[in-house]
């Protein structure tokens, strides 16, 4: 019953797994961005499923604009946005209705709207519905490659792999080159065998994602409260099966002191930087002008095909269930532009707060 | 910028570390709510230094109701309270003024707000802005007590060191018996060993704050963007210090099956419940009758006495700075309560989204 | 750029004249909520021109629903409804691009999105986007129903013609038995004259309408800044041509004494009510559970055919301006169920504040 | 309950008429600007009782600053402003507290806060409570004025008196020659008549106060809900007694054809402006560039001596109740200064809003 974020640059979502379509609205994109259906599929095509690592339904998701854009620009007035839903089978979820899948927001979705919210495919809970963010999030990258900033993710943890450290300029141009997204091809191939080993099993497994914005000047983020910290964790969080975030040292900062920690200041090129980024760019709740670095991590996604032991809501009796639906073994390469679409409309946003981004562009 | 935070229980925060006062708003908090000044009071004061890890300055914070409650009780009109400054001492930040501190805002800040910021003491961005968080918290948390529903913070980390885990009822009856607020009454030894170690070097360190939320009714968060791990986050990034936040098996999950970290429902006195909660407490963005649980990380705090690199403003050349004033060599301790309270306003506010919060109440 | 109303029952507009189509979320409506097709449709259809009195193209306007509906109940999703544009001829508007219609929104459009705006048919000020009002009033209405509150306007003033008073129950049965939906059909057969003379002359004429909320609880209105009185008004002044409100006694007030126009109460059916209702029904922003009487002005619609002077935006040079499209000499008519859906919509908004209207129905 | 308004330049009141202040918080005014205890002492007095129209208790009524401002400019945190309560005389409300007062908030309040509501002087819906909003209209004036804005307001209509009109050249010079900040002397000794009848009488009268605001920029609004219409009517009926607002030509729009009420534009001095002003300088929810112009009506205070029936929420039976404390016979000159400040603040709103007003000013 929130499906709106953002203060001047909104994003509303609307849309089921298995009703008619998965949309968004976004409001307060300036006037005169250059805007083609290419530069939408784009970041629609990134999100589908990976042939080689799901199983998962396969629809061709055209998007369609049907306001805010006219002859290729935007026009200042809400862009609606959308995909077709063509491919849903929603037989498997009649079977299990009254069987709250563990893991899944089944149960919570049941108590919260009383039975009546649309539960095929996970309704509104459903991983699809990012399709409406990452088509939210190609315009909002585009708006922000105006003022020069850049958003990158890429996986950097499934399981227990991690992948050796790269920077920006590397991952740039290694990170679509496996399917996992993985900047390090080595760690990349390891990743690949534990996901398989999962889909064999009927099980999955999580990661970690890292998300970089480059050139953010500084002076973005409005404490106390609309902190860039937390404004971006509140974007983060909408996206499913996200449980943690962290910005530059984050967790492990507990493994150093303060002298260790803090970034000392330094002339760079006639501009203040900071010699280390353990703050991840953001003192203060603040951009500070280095690179804006988060980690999220994603849980095993919960739709696996072992038996689990649930409920039975009618009944309430304890029950079992069992799921052969299509499902992926591992989201988190899936995730990677979903991630960069909500630090990308986030961003947009504390754009237009701080007056960087002009009412009209172009 | 912005300092308000809540949909319909609403905290707006003001005040400086070395200006008049500190204090907050609290709208939206039902009419008819028993407030003495004794339940502020004491939050307050569960937030002041303790003598035996601290050097900061000493301030009697003593609390005053300037509107909002007539005859003991709310009035259903906005609440305003504050504390009034008293001990301050702004001599060395006129000498450090254009020498912005690693690791702290005065840099961002200063580019924010164009060099006009109130910088003394950090002003804004100074720990000492939390003593309006823990006025609205101790509102928050009565009001949650009269529904049911306990918040209860503790330090799990400090440093490298772990507490051992603790049921809640063990954390309740041990949490304040030690400075750190470490219910693992060993581990609380060791942490105070490496406090005092980093204090005498004029470092200091960080840690890791759990804070649960008991009896939380299943149905609470506003997905697919005010979800309830989404708000709780926002709130906490408002706490200065805090880089991570992860919700019940967080950034660990990501050693764990689908199998393994999905929790199975089961029946438990007739109602559904979890046999774990690796959740959290939270499927889908909202509550799952489960305790609500999330760990957040204090970063090193960045007020250390040695000798650091920044850069001069002025002359924009590279510096450096000593800085010999009263700090906390960890504040982790200080940051509990207001972990506790930031949760309880963000509760609060999502149980009065939901209805279970009456407009009047008594 | 602003294009979201309500806090808690929230509706979002999007689409142009001539774009491809019209369409509105609502997001915020409790699940559980019959809603059909026709409920939608019934309302639209109440919107569209009347042969008689008026020239303006003919679309079937057919109600589609694309989301948050299932099974013929609301499921707590966003509900995207919409309308597909098919007759609009654009051509009209080609040659006038650069001349800005008096009393039209093309001047300030212009000057507000850089030109990039959709001028095609006055694009997002075109009267027009109020069938996405209505589509979001008539689940407003409904949800409204199940709580019983009613909500009733008619024309009171078209011209200087004034139709007489008529109580709740004479403008209910009466309302739709004339084309200007005026309850006092010797008014209306005057009123009628001067639209037919203003059309012949290829000139307009503007009225007003009094909407009126029936069973409203005292109670809702959220003040000092939230009244009742004041969400109102702003969602009245969406309406486009809508350039004055008044509530109760309003604007005549200043013909009457305080002793006068204070309502005094009294006991009706062991209940508080008062004697006469020049408040309109709020007092201090709140309702006082008299009828909420609101009165608004619908300025002359500003299409009118005779030619004027203007400017021409390209040259920067005196101009004139002639348009002969499709349109009104009047609108007030068919603004009626305008003006009732976004009372509608506000009163919904301010009854979910109170807690009035539940999670879920049914 | 919702005592905040403005997206980026935000104001929140408290405080209650009886209580131990009145107050007000400004969130969102760019830092720099030099403000001194005098720019907001002024506008305070201006909204003092007049002794020869008024019976008023008498305060100082001292502002304090409390936050925000340091060194003589606003620092871009959160501005606390406020003014102690001293001349309280509550014994009279104590007498009437079950007796709500025709006209009057007493029994919606007892309604919405279940008689929780602090009663005395109305509480939170006393007249007194404005002293806040001038004190944040002091801000936005001043903020206002270095864009190069001016608001000025005066008072048009006292009971049926008529002011004739003025040009803002000549309202500005005189409006502040006479109690009644009534810019045509002649009416003004008129309305004085008619003021002291009704307060030798015991009665009240109302009245229409008309405010301008000079040089505001064409393109500042938000449509199609945020209209530039519908939040300044929003922010006017916040202010008590308002019942009902006009722009441009208003509801005498309806005694025009379409083609006497559109303004033909005309290029003067080489801008875009309109030969008349029945627009009120507003299209399409937008400023066209030229002042914008409405009147708000003022219902005669319901603060009158006479014996008025009402009921006793107690024993819920009819009763009368007689009010001999101190009040006014007009407010009208006295909301004045405070239907400017809302004008100001709403605009300085809309022109941060449209990136007109920068971050740092100074």
């Given at each position: 019953?929130?499906?709106?974020?953002?203060?001047?640059?909104?994003?509303?979502?609307?849309?089921?797994?298995?009703?008619?379509?998965?949309?968004?609205?976004?409001?307060g994109c300036p006037a005169g961005l250059a805007i083609t259906n290419d530069d939408i599929q784009k970041e629609v095509d990134r999100r589908k499923p990976k042939s080689n690592i799901s199983t998962t339904r396969k629809e061709p998701e055209t998007v369609e604009i049907l306001s805010g854009i006219y002859d290729g620009r935007t026009t200042g007035a809400p862009i609606c946005l959308l995909v077709w839903n063509t491919d849903a089978d929603s037989s498997v979820y009649e079977k299990i209705k009254s069987l709250p899948r563990p893991g899944h927001a089944d149960y919570t979705n049941f108590v919260k709207y009383g039975g009546y919210n649309d539960y095929r495919g996970g309704g509104r809970s459903s991983g699809r519905i990012t399709a409406g963010y990452v088509m939210a999030g190609a315009i909002a990258k585009k708006l922000l490659n105006s003022i020069g900033i850049e958003i990158l993710a890429h996986t950097i943890e499934i399981g227990e792999i991690k992948a050796a450290e790269k920077v920006p300029e590397e991952i740039k141009t290694t990170v679509e080159n496996n399917t996992l997204r993985c900047a390090d091809p080595k760690a990349a191939k390891q990743m690949?065998?534990?996901?398989?080993?999962?889909?064999?099993?009927g099980d999955s497994v999580g990661g970690i994602?890292?998300?970089i914005a480059l050139n953010v000047p500084a002076g973005l983020g409005e404490p106390v409260f609309d902190t860039l910290e937390g404004d971006l964790a509140k974007a983060m969080f909408s996206i499913?099966?996200?449980?943690?975030?962290?910005?530059?040292?984050g967790f492990s900062s507990t493994r150093k002191k303060g002298s260790e920690n803090n970034d000392p200041f330094r002339i760079e090129e006639g501009k203040?930087?900071?010699a280390t980024n353990n703050a991840g760019g953001i003192l203060g709740g603040i951009s500070n002008g280095m690179p804006v670095v988060l980690r999220v991590v994603i849980k095993p996604t919960p739709s696996i095909s072992?038996?689990?032991?649930?409920?039975?809501l009618e009944t309430m009796t304890n029950s079992t269930v069992e799921i052969h639906g299509r499902h992926d073994a591992c989201i988190v390469p899936r995730a990677v532009?979903?991630?960069?679409?909500?630090?990308?409309?986030?961003?947009?946003?504390?754009?237009?707060?701080?007056?960087?981004?002009?009412?009209?562009?172009?």
């Open positions: 019953m929130a499906n709106s974020i953002g203060k001047l640059f909104t994003i509303t979502s609307f849309g089921e797994s298995h009703g008619r379509c998965v949309g968004v609205i976004i409001d690949m065998k534990i996901i398989e080993k999962a889909q064999a099993e994602i890292e998300c499913p099966a996200v449980k943690g975030i962290e910005f530059g040292s203040v930087a900071t072992i038996q689990q032991n649930t409920v039975d532009p979903v991630v960069e679409a909500m630090m990308a409309i986030t961003i947009c946003d504390f754009a237009k707060r701080a007056g960087i981004i002009p009412e009209v562009i172009g």
